[in-house]
């Protein structure tokens, strides 16, 4: 059999099993336009449209064998016009320079940041002197100080406050996470802080569709937390409201350390387990009237009710990006039982994913959608696998605690490269976290979830909640247990570009291809790996602002301040894969740090400034401030002033040279690239 031969033999083999394909291909399409340098003009898109259409109709008049690759190549250049055109259809005002003064607008949500610091963000934004065509939809703002003096926040409240605000800030380093596209995405067009009392300026509005909805969630968040205070409380109401702004970090730090933090994050493992629970009961409930058992779907009518409590679910969490996706992934399973299919098959997998990718392509970059798409891939691959396969998991009272042994590994594999990847750190004891605390979600926490809701108009919800309570005061103790333990969280520093890619198509293709030739899935994930494994990091790093400088040694990267910038220094370690603080970095700062045989300088603050003389032209000097007068040597200088248009900088090595590369640079031109100013136009 010639090589043609074997291909057309190979391409016959995948009838059947085609759909799969389909969000892979939108995938490739999504990835190639968010990986552009320079954002493609409407003439491209066109061109790119025109394209999907051609290779479409061809589809049509080509042979069994070509049809696929036609059909696929076309929705690769689907996916790339449906990223654009969700990236133009979010525009809005993002602020272009540094701004103080009053700050003026509607609550529409309330969080936390990294810092633990009660965040609103506000619509019907108004501040001084500012047009409304220049005015952000949307503002972030982190309520720092004494906040004893604040209004009470309540939903659809009016509030003013006195504040910083700037544009979204560009990636820590170059090809770092882009917080930009993020802020594009969710439609933020300015973020900053205030150490001002918050006063109302307008009464809380009655509010409707979503504000009406956020209401209801933050008055069940208060309820919960009158009966369940403390983290036990914030824990409940993270995954019954998605209201996390009642959890401490050291609380999250545990869950996070211990791989158990998935668990907060309202998702298709909470979303799976309510349904199961309504599902579950329903069904006992229809079987146990014998008229109704003998003459009705109850299946059916059971997955039905299942599909209207996940809706509600969706609703009362706020129908975030993650929760949506695992609505979608559990309504295409539900519908599936409505119809008398098969619920949990690869094919309702890449349905779901299809239907993400269509609605929200920008989900395919951030680490929700790839976490759970792979765990809930593997976990239907391996378990059609046993099914097929007719392996036993053992006698009938032990095959449960088999199964969520298996499907714990399995996850927690499928997913451990991607959160290693994302955050650069490794749960070493995950796989024991997991195996103590999910079980107790299915058994005790989702059901008592469920009857609260049902008490609740009677007033005695705080039953089923105490029950809830305990559960979730176990999964607590675990996490705390496990992250005291020595080296229970590894660190890994970031892969280069094309490692996820690599690794995610190289599975895939393991999975989804039938034959022999799916092995050659293997070698994509084993260029993964070797990508991986010699990823190089940059030898001196420096802030946007020109605030911190690092500087690798033989001990790990060298910061040159204990404080400030904490956000940046966070970042640079974690992607080194250092485990070290900000604190313990800096103490490794060498006297006279060089790169290439160029001595490294930090100057910090005007002081420091003023303090410094003339350079020399093997020196590279770091400024916080613009220097007044200008340094006078040869020497290369970083100031504020040239860090505003480069974005961060990142200093390598290269044959014996030292080679700059900017975020600005790897950012490149794109719609959300917002690079702030001085002062506003007048």
Not at 21 to 34: D, K, M, N, T
Not at 118 to 124: A, E, M, N
Not at 461 to 480: F, N, S, Y
Not at 502 to 517: C, E, N, S, V
Request: aromatic share 8%; charged share 15%; hydrophobic share 50%.
């Amino acid at each position: 059999m010639g090589p043609l031969s074997y291909m057309a033999q190979s391409m016959r083999a995948q009838r059947g099993h085609l759909i799969g394909w389909v969000p892979v291909c939108l995938a490739v399409g999504i990835g190639s336009y968010f990986a552009l340098r320079v954002e493609p003009s409407l003439t491209v898109l066109l061109w790119v449209a025109g394209g999907a259409a051609l290779l479409g109709a061809a589809a049509f008049l080509a042979g069994e064998v070509a049809v696929p690759v036609l059909l696929g190549a076309a929705l690769v250049l689907v996916g790339f016009d449906l990223a654009a055109w969700r990236a133009h259809a979010v525009d809005g005002p993002v602020l272009g320079w540094r701004y103080y003064g009053p700050i003026t607008g509607r609550v529409v949500a309330v969080d936390r940041s990294q810092s633990d610091a009660l965040r609103l963000t506000l619509d019907r934004v108004v501040l001084e002197r500012v047009s409304a065509a220049r005015t952000p939809l949307h503002v972030r703002v982190s309520l720092h100080g004494d906040r004893r003096f604040d209004a009470d926040i309540t939903p659809g409240l009016g509030v003013m406050t006195t504040g910083h605000l700037s544009p979204p800030s560009g990636p820590v380093e170059p090809e770092g996470f882009d917080f930009q596209r993020h802020a594009w995405f969710a439609g933020l067009g300015a973020v900053g802080y205030s150490r001002t009392p918050l006063l109302a300026a307008t009464p809380a509005e009655a509010g409707h569709g979503g504000l009406a909805v956020f209401r209801a969630r933050m008055a069940a968040s208060a309820r919960i937390q009158r009966i369940l205070p403390g983290d036990i409380g914030g824990f409940a109401t993270a995954i019954t409201t998605g209201d996390r702004s009642a959890i401490s970090q050291d609380a999250l730090q545990d869950l996070r350390a211990s791989n158990l933090a998935h668990l907060l994050a309202i998702s298709g493992l909470h979303m799976g387990l309510l349904s199961a629970v309504v599902f579950g009961a329903l069904r006992i409930v229809l079987t146990l009237v014998p008229w109704i058992a003998l003459r009705w779907p109850t299946r059916s009518i059971a997955a039905a009710g299942a599909l209207v409590a996940a809706s509600g679910y969706l609703l009362l969490s706020g129908g975030n990006v993650a929760t949506e996706r695992a609505f979608i992934m559990v309504a295409v399973a539900l519908g599936a039982l409505i119809i008398g299919r098969r619920a949990l098959t690869l094919r309702a997998v890449a349905i779901a994913a299809t239907i993400v990718l269509v609605l929200r392509p920008e989900a395919l970059t951030g680490p929700g959608f790839q976490m759970s798409f792979a765990a809930t891939t593997g976990l239907v691959a391996i378990f059609g696998w046993l099914r097929n396969a007719e392996v036993s998991l053992g006698p009938k009272w032990l095959a449960p605690a088999v199964a969520t042994v298996i499907s714990s590994a399995v996850a927690g594999g499928f997913t451990a490269p991607i959160g290693a990847a994302h955050f650069n750190t490794i749960a070493q004891y995950g796989l024991v976290a997991n195996l103590l605390s999910v079980p107790l979600m299915g058994i005790l926490v989702m059901p008592a979830a469920v009857a609260a809701l049902v008490m609740a108009p009677l007033g005695l919800e705080w039953i089923p909640l105490q029950v809830m309570g305990a559960g979730l005061r176990w999964i607590l103790l675990v996490a705390q247990g496990v992250a005291e333990i020595d080296g229970a969280q590894g660190h890994v520093a970031a892969p280069g570009p094309w490692v996820l890619p690599l690794l995610a198509l190289g599975f895939l293709w393991l999975l989804l291809w039938q034959g022999w030739l799916r092995f050659v899935g293997l070698g994509a994930v084993i260029a993964a790996g070797v990508l991986w494994h010699g990823a190089e990091r940059p030898t001196v790093l420096i802030s946007d602002t020109g605030s911190l400088v690092g500087v690798m040694t033989p001990t790990g990267r060298a910061l040159s301040k204990a404080k400030g910038a904490g956000f940046v220094a966070l970042n640079w370690l974690e992607n080194d894969g250092d485990g070290a603080d900000q604190a313990r970095a800096a103490a490794r700062w060498p006297t006279r740090p060089k790169i290439g045989g160029r001595e490294v300088i930090h100057l910090s603050g005007k002081r420091a400034r003023a303090a410094f003389g003339a350079c020399r032209a093997d020196q590279i000097i770091v400024l916080s401030v613009v220097p007044d007068p200008p340094l006078m040597g040869g020497c290369e200088v970083f100031d504020p002033d040239r860090l505003r248009s480069t974005g961060a900088v990142a200093l390598t090595i290269d044959n014996g040279q030292v080679t700059m590369q900017t975020a600005r640079q790897k950012a490149g031109t794109r719609l959300w690239t917002a690079w702030p100013k001085d002062r506003p136009p007048r």
